[in-house]
């Protein structure tokens, strides 16, 4: 009789524990954030990572009522930040800003010491920046089609600029090399800035680039855009068209940023996160920032970014070993 009584005892009290324990994962759930949040960032200030960042930050301060701060940890094409990030508590105080440049080292390198398609949560969105396919005007080349018949015709005599080894416009440039079947020479600068100098003085033929960094360029004649390398047309040139339109999909070579967590973050957050962040998008507080620093916002569900990432992880893979520097 005694150990019956002590069995539903046991059970009772288990009961309890197991309710105590749901409602005050529903508590915290319910009342996230209740101090200050970090968003880590693999770029120094003033970056354009950082800037999105920041935008974001304030953003997600006032809906949310709570501090959110960047944390810049730069270092390693942000590999030093990514790592941090990835061993940070699963509790959605530590965030992280995911970028194209993730993929891109994923892609190219084996042997880091995270997996950033496993060891992150993706939660939405944040915003892009367009790349543009730019030639020389010396070249002659208006259009694609003419500048994989000027290669094919003048094999190995063109070169492409990048900002450098194992970077987004390297491994564009290799890909278009393997999907026309052309034989463009790559020449890696330290940083667009040199590359886009070299190109506007005929030493280099052909870049993929940011259109922030060669739109003024374009405007003034002395380099030619040949295509978008994004998924639509800008409204800044609107008569470029796509390298879907011209027939190289895979060449989409966008500059995205996206707002991550450690995996493992509970869901119910994740998915607080993801409808702040979404609704910011359409005010004029953080889309008007975000268009102000000429990004395209984007935004969407967790699984919908991380269908995005599983994709751009595929193509940039094939991309790097088009290029020859898979390590």
């Known amino acids: ?19 105590v324990g749901l409602n005050a994962g529903q508590s915290a759930a319910q009342t996230y954030p209740d101090r200050p949040v970090r968003i880590v960032v693999g770029f120094p200030a003033g970056a ?19 501090q959110f701060v960047v944390e810049n940890r730069p270092g390693a094409s942000s590999n030093i930040a990514t790592e941090y990030a990835a061993r940070a508590p699963k509790d959605g105080y530590t965030l992280f800003l995911g970028t194209v440049a993730n993929v891109v080292n994923a892609a190219v390198s084996s042997n880091l010491a995270f997996d950033f398609g496993r060891d992150f949560a993706p939660i939405a969105l944040i915003a892009t920046v367009p790349t543009v396919l730019v030639v020389h005007p010396s070249t002659g080349a208006g259009s694609v089609s003419e500048l994989i018949a000027l ?16 970077t987004t416009p390297h491994l564009a440039g290799a890909l278009l ?15 667009s800035s ?28 002395t380099l030619k855009a040949l295509a978008w390398a994004a998924p639509k047309r800008s409204a800044v040139l609107p008569d470029i068209p796509t390298v879907a339109e011209v027939g190289l999909p895979e060449l989409d070579a966008s500059i995205w940023f996206g707002l991550m967590a450690p995996a493992g973050t509970p869901g119910d ?48 893979t094939a991309a790097a070993e088009a290029a020859g520097v898979k390590k």
């Open 269 to 316: 957050v994740l998915d607080r996160l993801a409808r702040a962040l979404n609704e910011g998008l359409k005010s004029e507080a953080l889309r008007g920032a975000l268009d102000k620093m000429g990004y395209e916002p984007l935004g969407g569900t967790p699984d919908d970014f991380t269908r995005y990432v599983a994709a751009e992880l595929k193509k940039w």
């Open 194 to 221: 040199p590359a886009v100098t070299d190109l506007l003085a005929g030493r280099t033929q052909v870049m993929f680039s940011a259109v922030s960094v060669v739109l003024p360029h374009i405007k003034a004649g």
């Open 151 to 166: 290669a094919k015709s003048k094999p190995g005599q063109l070169n492409y600029a990048s900002s450098g080894i194992a």
């Open 1 to 19: 009789m005694r150990a019956a009584k002590v069995t539903a005892w046991v059970r009772a009290a288990v009961a309890v524990a197991l309710c």
């Open 177 to 191: 090399n393997a999907r026309a079947g052309v034989g463009l020479v790559h020449v890696p600068y330290q940083g």
């Open 48 to 66: 354009a990572g950082d800037l999105v960042s920041r935008a974001l930050a304030a953003h997600l301060g006032n809906a949310l009522g709570q």
